[in-house]
């Protein structure tokens, strides 16, 4: 039986809202589609449409999960060709079980596209995102220096696309060019229909959607940063998330116009914020809410992040970011809270903030420990319980109550 294709049949560029849209017209499944990147028109001549490793690059987890050969119509650049068919395609479909080994047939084009020399990375307010910005501003070559930040709406603002994740993307936007004014470096914002295309979890193809984003301005980018999730001790190529094996990817998706590199890999998530805490552009901005673009300061990443500050002793300059006073008034609360999220398989996330508060505030610990395992921890499996047992509407008037 033959096997279904993916087939890129042509990709065009054109005006499109002020704005310039490179598309690709696409066949699969029985169904044609048009997929597209919209980049600033002021980027015109930097956009990319005469090889297609944009679209083959943004496409291959679909491709690979749903077992569809691609076949383009249009080039694709040599280097991309060989290492995806040598050793992304073979590793993967060993390596994870949802992914299927399956062919690429395109023409492959020799030689770099490059014309821009820019330098860029993606700016989303977070810590590791403000790594990577403040990693790469200063004391480092001139080749390797930040010149471009970019926003781009590929999937991490919702994998459904649609109305809901572009307000999502612009209310992003309006911190994202406040940094970009602070530091003078311009902004560029992409966006994409790749969500509507195929509607996949963003933890299985979210960086190749980046990559994919940047590849079509390869002739803008010889360089670009992606922020690691994690430090090289945790790469795992087995991970269901794809960015446990980044370093992986972006090597993969480097071609000879544009070298990707995975930064943060050195160090651990406390030692990239003790990093930032010393650039006074994240001060007001920093943002790693798992709700949205403004920090509730009560979910797991955000708890996390105050007591990293904490810990770290400079808390007090995130007073914009967060409700410093409140974390304050309930201190011993939240340190127990925060001690309690790091037992079990969250533990080598908060282990640099017990080493700290266990050398510095020895009784304390002591206290925030006990109570976390004999408090906490119980409320937190009463909690679950309760959610799995009750009708939803319940569960939430139950909230308003406690609230």
Not at 285 to 311: D, F, H, I, P
Request: proline letters at 3%; charged letters at 25%.
């Amino acid at each position: 039986m033959t096997k279904k294709e993916l087939v890129i049949n042509k990709i065009e560029k054109k005006l499109k809202d002020n704005a310039i849209r490179m598309t690709a017209f696409i066949t699969f499944d029985n169904n044609e589609e048009e997929c597209w990147f919209e980049y600033p028109l002021e980027y015109q001549e930097y956009v990319c449409n005469e090889r297609c490793d944009a679209f083959v690059i943004a496409l291959l987890p679909y491709a690979m999960k749903h077992n569809l050969n691609i076949k383009s119509n249009v080039p694709i650049s040599e280097k991309l060709y060989y290492q995806v068919v040598s050793y992304y395609i073979p590793v993967l479909s060993k390596y994870q079980s949802h992914f299927y080994s399956i062919e690429l047939s395109s023409r492959a084009e020799k030689g770099s596209l490059n014309k821009g020399h820019a330098v860029g990375t993606g700016i989303s307010c977070g810590v590791d995102s403000f790594y990577s910005v403040t990693k790469h501003i200063e004391n480092v070559p001139d080749s390797f220096k930040l010149t471009h930040l970019v926003s781009m709406n590929v999937g991490s603002f919702g994998y459904q696309g649609g109305e809901f994740s572009y307000k999502w993307f612009q209310d992003e936007l309006v911190k994202a060019l406040k940094v970009s004014k602070e530091l003078n470096l311009p902004l560029i914002t992409i966006n994409s229909n790749l969500m509507e295309v195929y509607q996949e979890a963003h933890g299985e193809s979210g960086t190749l959607r980046m990559v994919g984003a940047i590849l079509g301005l390869q002739k803008l980018f010889s360089v670009y940063y992606i922020s690691a999730g994690f430090d090289i001790k945790d790469f795992n190529i087995e991970s269901e998330e794809n960015d446990d094996y980044d370093l992986f990817n972006l090597l993969i998706g480097s071609n000879e116009s544009t070298i990707f590199y995975s930064t943060g890999l050195e160090a651990t998530r406390f030692e990239r914020t003790r990093f930032i805490s010393k650039y006074p552009v994240t001060y007001d901005t920093l943002t790693v809410c798992m709700g949205g673009n403004e920090n509730c300061g009560k979910c797991e990443k955000c708890m996390r992040t105050m007591g990293t500050l904490y810990a770290l002793d400079v808390l007090d300059r995130y007073n914009k970011s967060f409700n410093v006073d409140d974390f304050k008034r309930h201190k011993v609360k939240n340190l127990a809270k925060i001690r309690y999220f790091g037992i079990g398989y969250m533990k080598p996330l908060y282990a640099e903030i017990y080493d700290v508060l266990r050398k510095e505030e020895p009784i304390m610990y002591a206290l925030y420990t006990v109570l976390a395992v004999l408090v906490v921890l119980p409320v937190e499996k009463l909690k679950k319980f309760v959610k799995r047992i009750l009708p939803l509407q319940t569960v939430e008037r139950l909230k308003k109550i406690g609230k």
